[in-house]
């Protein structure tokens, strides 16, 4: 008890440590998984007039980047094995030509093309070290590489016009064979496609066997997060599906895929473009601007509908039709102006970030819900696009660009949000179930109470008077039969004969009279519904009685009956509702059988069930009267043997009762030669009693549990059970929490009182405030934990709760 109190309190201050540090630990993990995707430096060494000097540099773990001053030759494709033309001037690479003026200090335009050429110095090579290769990223243009003179690798097409251009994104490793001392690398560039131009990527020189290193860590990455992306979208979606009211949760699936669509085009490996010829540049470049459209488009719904203003609903008008005018430029506009256009797009759409972080500004100031995960994923993301735009315009830092990473600053708190959302969603569903469990409770009882009595008066009412007329009619016609028989010859029959004839007729009057009790019993079958009153009892013994009782009946017709019962058999049932289908069957059987004839009674035990055969001589009958007879259309008696006649409901009873017990009645039949009657009876001793004051709930739930082999006794509340447990010891006792008079706990505890020490009973307690799952901090507060077995909830179906029921006792 004392660890677990103990236990309690760590989770609960564990808790709260969680909810205080949510947004630093949100931010670690960001940090952390930001680290996964490579985000690091790499040691840098700057060229100065074309030259980079390496000899010093160690190759056998890490790589060089090639940043720096680089030769530079505008409009002109320098021969790579001629010496340095006289009108050369030094570029910055890592970033766009367009960016950086010439001499004169005008802009290059983006469009054109140009020579770059870099003298890497490196140690002097020794024979059989591994070769030096460098890794050339996407350079969204056309280029021929040629190292001391030799084109060693070629992409796309160049050419000085748009014309002979052709562009192609494919990401290189070029080894260079037979290095020694120095490496001449020569770019001839042209660039009609894209608005970034030139060596505005970060060029890696090292041994091959590390660039082929970063080169498998780049792609590994890239392959991880859209695989993660891929998870995010269909998690989101699905969230979706499962509570239509989070719409976020459906814009942040569309907005994971956009993320999906730029990292197949768009990071570092470009891994679609690298899949497909560059007869497919064109068309997956406008492709990438699909997934940053449905980025922007649903990414800013998200935010803009946080604030819940106006003034923002109007924005995100404006943001469809930004969004869809951006779609269709990127899908109609001709190549020559398609990535000027996107550029222009591309830029101006920081103005809906903005528009975005404003709005939830706004949104936290109001405390709208999930304001402060939002604004602080958001702000991440804005740091992240800081972080970017800084490093894309100083390479010189050695630092790659997170690209998007930003953009997962903002999608993980995101989906942590989300999950958050649908666990509160669960929570308040669960809530709202048992509040309207509660009343759902409530509401029938309140019906319950105003057509029971009409219930009871209508089944009353149909059955009762015939059910005494088709009862005491046998035993009383046959001691009027006989008072006749003394009447008719009084005077012939001698003083023993009427001794005999008498104490027949006191027989029969008796067991009349019993038959009376016995019916006012078996009146509780159809006033008050199946209320069955379970004992554990001998068939034998009810069998005898039952003989007994019809012995007059069978002996004026001369029919003897005969029993073989070789086997002791004891089941739990209701003993007056189970003697009347006997007495039932068995005074039919008479009834029908021939003069003189025999009626064999037979018990035994069949697999799971106790079969009591009650075999007869007589008229039989055809397939269609036992199919009347077992249908619910009304019937004729048709008269027995003596002319008896009945009211043809005594079947119909008995096939209730059975049915009530979840026993079966088996007809044989043959026409002018007898019948034979099978009843059969669950012999399982695994018995519940069920307490619970919703007869829809203990009627859904006695009806499973029944079906699996247990034999159920149920109670209205808790004197009843109470009542119960003074006659039989069930196997197991299930009991509703709260009940009107004694509820569940005052039942547990008087029943602990009561109870005798060898009778220990597992109890379930049950309750639709109980929750889904740990439920015991309820039984500790109780002092129950080591009386009850389990506290369950009424929520679950009931199929589900008696399997859990089961699964606790194996």
Not at 148 to 167: A, Q, R, T, V
Not at 226 to 237: D, E, Q, T, V
Not at 456 to 466: D, I, L, Q, T
Not at 789 to 799: G, I, R, V
């Amino acid at each position: 008890m004392i660890f677990n109190v103990s236990f309690s309190s760590i989770q609960k201050s564990f808790s709260s440590v969680v909810k205080f540090c949510r947004y630093p630990l949100i931010l670690v993990l960001c940090l952390l998984f930001s680290q996964s995707c490579q985000f690091g430096v790499s040691p840098t060494l700057l060229a100065k007039d074309g030259v980079l000097d390496v000899r010093n540099f160690e190759f056998s773990e890490n790589t060089v980047n090639l940043i720096g001053k680089w030769e530079f030759y505008w409009n002109e494709f320098v021969d790579p094995n001629a010496s340095a033309p006289t009108n050369r001037s030094f570029m910055q690479v890592g970033v766009p030509w367009f960016s950086q003026p010439n001499e004169d200090g005008e802009d290059y335009p983006s469009f054109g093309y140009a020579t770059y050429k870099l003298t890497i110095l490196v140690p002097e090579n020794v024979k059989n070290k591994e070769p030096y290769a460098i890794l050339v990223p996407v350079l969204h243009s056309a280029y021929k590489l040629y190292a001391n003179g030799s084109l060693i690798s070629e992409n796309g097409k160049i050419g000085k016009n748009i014309d002979s251009h052709k562009p192609s994104f494919h990401t290189k490793i070029v080894p260079l064979l037979n290095v020694n001392e120095k490496v001449d690398l020569v770019f001839h560039i042209s660039n009609y496609s894209h608005k970034f131009s030139g060596i505005h990527g970060i060029i890696r020189f090292g041994k091959l066997q590390n660039i082929i290193q970063v080169w498998n860590d780049y792609h590994s990455a890239s392959c991880i997060i859209m695989i993660f992306m891929g998870l995010l979208s269909i998690y989101h979606a699905l969230v979706y599906v499962i509570n239509r009211s989070e719409k976020n949760a459906l814009r942040m699936s569309f907005v994971y895929l956009g993320i999906l669509i730029l990292s197949a085009t768009l990071t570092e490996t470009r891994i679609l473009f690298n899949f497909l010829s560059d007869d497919y540049c064109i068309p997956l470049f406008r492709f990438s601007r699909l997934g940053f459209v449905s980025v922007l488009y649903f990414g800013g719904s998200v935010l803009l509908n946080l604030a819940q203003m106006r003034i923002f609903k109007k924005m995100l008008v404006l943001l469809k039709v930004y969004a869809l005018t951006f779609l269709m430029v990127s899908l109609l506009t001709p190549v020559r102006h398609l990535a000027l256009i996107s550029y222009y797009f591309e830029f101006f759409s920081a103005i809906f970030v903005i528009l975005g972080l404003f709005s939830v500004s706004l949104a936290l100031y109001f405390q709208r819900k999930e304001s402060k995960l939002y604004f602080f994923s958001l702000f991440l993301a804005v740091i992240g696009g800081v972080i970017d735009i800084i490093l894309i315009s100083n390479p010189n830092f050695g630092f790659r660009p997170m690209g998007l990473i930003s953009l997962y600053f903002f999608i993980i708190p995101q989906t942590l949000g989300v999950t958050l959302g649908l666990v509160r969603v669960y929570k308040r569903s669960e809530s709202i179930s048992k509040e309207l469990y509660k009343r759902k409770e409530a509401l029938e009882k309140k019906v319950k109470a105003r057509t029971t009595e009409l219930e009871k008066a209508n089944r009353w009412k149909a059955n009762f008077v015939s059910l005494i007329s088709h009862d005491l009619r046998s035993p009383l016609n046959s001691v009027n039969q006989i008072l006749d028989v003394i009447d008719y010859s009084f005077s012939e029959t001698t003083v023993e004969e009427k001794k005999k004839f008498l104490e027949i007729c006191k027989t029969g009057v008796t067991q009349s009279l019993k038959m009376l009790e016995q019916l006012l019993d078996v009146s509780r079958f159809d006033a008050f519904g199946t209320k069955l009153i379970q004992t554990k009892f001998s068939v034998n013994e009810l069998l005898n009685e039952i003989i007994e009782s019809v012995e007059p009946l069978a002996t004026l017709k001369g029919i003897r009956i005969q029993k073989d019962t070789p086997i002791e058999a004891e089941i739990i049932a209701d003993r007056t509702l189970i003697g009347e289908v006997f007495k039932n069957i068995l005074t039919n059987s008479i009834k029908y059988s021939y003069l003189n004839s025999e009626v064999w009674v037979a018990v035994s035990y069949k697999g799971k069930w106790l079969s009591v055969e009650i075999r007869d001589r007589g008229l039989g009958m055809s397939d269609e009267q036992i199919h009347k007879l077992t249908g619910e259309e009304n019937i004729k008696s048709t008269p027995g043997t003596a002319g008896e006649r009945g009211t043809g409901l005594g079947l119909q009873l008995c096939m209730n009762i059975l049915e009530a017990h979840f026993g079966k009645l088996r007809i044989k039949s043959v026409l002018g030669v007898g019948s034979s009657f099978e009843i059969s009876l669950s012999k399982s001793t695994k018995s519940v009693l069920l307490v619970d004051d919703s007869g829809n709930f203990r009627s859904d739930l006695a009806e499973v549990m029944r079906r699996n082999q247990w034999i159920v006794i149920e109670a209205g509340n808790g004197e009843e059970a109470l009542s119960h447990l003074t006659r039989i010891t069930p196997s197991l006792i299930i009991t509703d929490l709260q009940m009107p008079g004694m509820n569940g706990i005052s039942l547990i505890h008087e029943w602990e009182g009561k109870r005798k020490q060898n009778q220990k009973i597992p109890i379930i307690l049950i309750s639709s405030d109980a929750p889904l799952s740990g439920g015991n901090s309820f039984l500790e507060e109780e002092g129950l934990e080591t009386i009850v077995t389990a506290y369950l909830s009424k929520m679950y179906k009931a199929e589900d709760l008696c399997q859990q029921i089961e699964m606790m006792l194996v």
